[in-house]
């Protein structure tokens, strides 16, 4: 018989389960969908990645996928008939928007006498599979990740790559990338796997140590092929030991599955704060905080850290996450700016966005998600940039007006005898001032540290 996969956060060949129950069915379909309603909103990085992914995934079945543009309630009952298939095979997405869809999907295929088959998720443990003794879900990191481990994971698929592609349906094409300032990974899952194996090499062996140096290039760089699914993170952990190093890189993956299993069981933390306690929080807006805004969103806030955490995600399209968390920090408790305002900056820049960790990442911070401790996370942009860029050669690279400025002398410029360097702003605000207020504004509503 013949079956449709319809790809989506997988695009790749190899530890894919639905494609391989399609594979063991007959030919397959190979399908993708440009969903208007994922697509439109996806800032350009994004959009030319998943094309360039895209592009891959086509030259590795010998350019049989099938794509097409529009709402899959329509489309894939529609290619299901078309290619006579009596089951689409997909895997379970688990985001507030995919169950919808999916629902939809299934409905409009059952109408026609059609089933959709999800099998494997972008995860390594399915969200919603990990709960409590008392049947809740986790809201703390360490004790999910205990159970997490305790949990595990089966091992990688090995025989996804192996479809006997179907041939003869019409594909609208991959469009053309939009245009994109920023310089962005090479795509696909061969890029992926070599990454990883570059990773494994050597960087890995010090991960733990490195890992929080954004000068260094010592973190993985995977999270744009994880948020495609050009690799699984079965994958990755399927190749790692017991050496701390290992370990630190294990617990990073288990951020990204925390994060997933917190939004399947609050799909509106995607937009809100989690901590109810926190929807009364006093932010700022208007004109000044608007021009404060444009001036965080473009690396001249004058705190040079945060400068060159913003350069370079306008740059890489990529933030180092130690970065994240201090730019982050800068713009809810220096500024006094809505955490939802600088998610979306962010998904609109990162060619990794992703709803749940971006999203989440940022409540962290703002103190108003998981693990909440507002007090202790009005991260101070100059002791940060010391402790991690201690010879500031990270802002020198993003930001060539202080490239003059030797050592950490750099993350605070405003001290230098002959004055701040031409052509870089003065400081914004003073956070030591910024701090007392973000104090007091938690305190009023009574948030415990």
């Given at each position: 018989m013949t079956s449709v996969l319809w790809f989506r956060r997988d695009l790749r060949l190899a530890d894919h389960l639905a494609l391989a129950h399609a594979a063991g069915e007959g030919r397959v379909?190979?399908?993708?969908?440009?969903?208007?309603?994922?697509?439109?909103?996806?800032?350009?990085?994004?959009?030319?990645?998943?094309?360039?992914?895209?592009?891959?995934?086509?030259?590795?079945?010998?350019?049989?996928?099938?794509?097409?543009?529009?709402?899959?309630?329509?489309?894939?009952?529609?290619?299901?008939?078309?290619?006579?298939?009596?089951?689409?095979?997909?895997?379970?997405?688990?985001?507030?928007?995919?169950?919808?869809?999916?629902?939809?999907?299934?409905?409009?295929?059952?109408?026609?006498?059609?089933?959709?088959?999800?099998?494997?998720?972008?995860?390594?443990?399915?969200?919603?599979?990990?709960l409590k003794n008392d049947g809740t879900p986790f809201k703390v990191f360490t004790p999910f990740y205990r159970a997490w481990g305790a949990h595990g994971w089966g091992d990688p698929v090995r025989d996804s790559v192996h479809a006997r592609w179907a041939e003869g349906l019409r594909s609208d094409g991959i469009p053309v990338d939009p245009p994109v300032a920023a310089t962005l990974p090479p795509a696909g899952e061969a890029a992926a796997l070599a990454r990883l194996d570059a990773f494994l090499a050597g960087p890995v062996d010090d991960y733990a140590e490195r890992r929080d140096r954004p000068a260094d290039d010592a973190t993985t760089r995977l999270s744009p092929y994880l948020k495609y699914?050009?690799?699984?993170?079965?994958?990755?952990?399927?190749?790692?030991?017991?050496?701390?190093?290992?370990?630190?890189?294990?617990?990073?993956?288990?951020?990204?599955?925390?994060?997933a299993d917190v939004l399947w069981h609050t799909p509106a933390s995607a937009r809100q704060s989690?901590?109810?306690?926190?929807?009364?929080?006093?932010?700022?807006?208007?004109?000044?905080?608007?021009?404060?805004?444009?001036?965080?969103?473009?690396?001249?806030?004058?705190?040079?850290?945060?400068?060159?955490?913003?350069?370079?995600?306008?740059?890489?399209?990529?933030?180092?996450?130690?970065?994240?968390?201090?730019?982050?920090?800068?713009?809810?408790k220096d500024l006094h700016i809505d955490w939802t305002r600088g998610a979306r900056w962010f998904l609109r820049h990162l060619v990794d966005g992703d709803l749940a960790s971006n999203n989440h990442g940022w409540q962290w911070v703002a103190g108003t998600g998981t693990d909440p401790a507002p007090y202790f996370r009005i991260f101070n942009p100059v002791t940060q940039g010391k402790e991690h860029d201690p010879e500031g050669d990270y802002v020198r690279r993003w930001v060539p007006e202080l490239a003059g400025v030797g050592g950490p002398a750099v993350h605070e410029p405003w001290k230098l005898a002959d004055g701040v360097p031409a052509g870089y702003p003065d400081r914004i605000v003073d956070h030591a001032a910024e701090r007392t207020e973000a104090l007091a504004r938690y305190k009023s509503l009574k948030v415990e540290a």
């Amino acid at each position: 018989m013949t079956s449709v996969l319809w790809f989506r956060r997988d695009l790749r060949l190899a530890d894919h389960l639905a494609l391989a129950h399609a594979a063991g069915e007959g030919r397959v379909v190979p399908l993708f969908v440009l969903d208007p309603a994922l697509l439109n909103p996806a800032g350009a990085p994004r959009a030319a990645f998943l094309f360039r992914c895209l592009r891959a995934l086509d030259d590795s079945m010998g350019g049989r996928l099938v794509v097409r543009t529009g709402d899959p309630v329509a489309v894939i009952p529609a290619i299901a008939a078309a290619a006579d298939a009596s089951r689409v095979h997909a895997s379970w997405d688990g985001g507030p928007y995919g169950n919808a869809r999916d629902d939809k999907v299934a409905a409009a295929l059952g109408a026609a006498g059609q089933e959709l088959s999800l099998l494997g998720t972008p995860y390594a443990v399915p969200p919603g599979d990990i709960l409590k003794n008392d049947g809740t879900p986790f809201k703390v990191f360490t004790p999910f990740y205990r159970a997490w481990g305790a949990h595990g994971w089966g091992d990688p698929v090995r025989d996804s790559v192996h479809a006997r592609w179907a041939e003869g349906l019409r594909s609208d094409g991959i469009p053309v990338d939009p245009p994109v300032a920023a310089t962005l990974p090479p795509a696909g899952e061969a890029a992926a796997l070599a990454r990883l194996d570059a990773f494994l090499a050597g960087p890995v062996d010090d991960y733990a140590e490195r890992r929080d140096r954004p000068a260094d290039d010592a973190t993985t760089r995977l999270s744009p092929y994880l948020k495609y699914g050009c690799i699984h993170p079965r994958t990755i952990l399927a190749r790692l030991g017991r050496s701390k190093d290992h370990e630190k890189l294990r617990s990073e993956l288990a951020w990204r599955e925390f994060y997933a299993d917190v939004l399947w069981h609050t799909p509106a933390s995607a937009r809100q704060s989690l901590q109810p306690a926190m929807a009364g929080m006093k932010v700022d807006s208007g004109k000044k905080a608007d021009e404060r805004f444009e001036a965080w969103a473009h690396g001249r806030t004058g705190y040079p850290m945060v400068d060159a955490g913003m350069r370079q995600l306008l740059g890489e399209a990529w933030v180092h996450n130690r970065v994240r968390m201090i730019v982050a920090s800068f713009l809810v408790k220096d500024l006094h700016i809505d955490w939802t305002r600088g998610a979306r900056w962010f998904l609109r820049h990162l060619v990794d966005g992703d709803l749940a960790s971006n999203n989440h990442g940022w409540q962290w911070v703002a103190g108003t998600g998981t693990d909440p401790a507002p007090y202790f996370r009005i991260f101070n942009p100059v002791t940060q940039g010391k402790e991690h860029d201690p010879e500031g050669d990270y802002v020198r690279r993003w930001v060539p007006e202080l490239a003059g400025v030797g050592g950490p002398a750099v993350h605070e410029p405003w001290k230098l005898a002959d004055g701040v360097p031409a052509g870089y702003p003065d400081r914004i605000v003073d956070h030591a001032a910024e701090r007392t207020e973000a104090l007091a504004r938690y305190k009023s509503l009574k948030v415990e540290a």
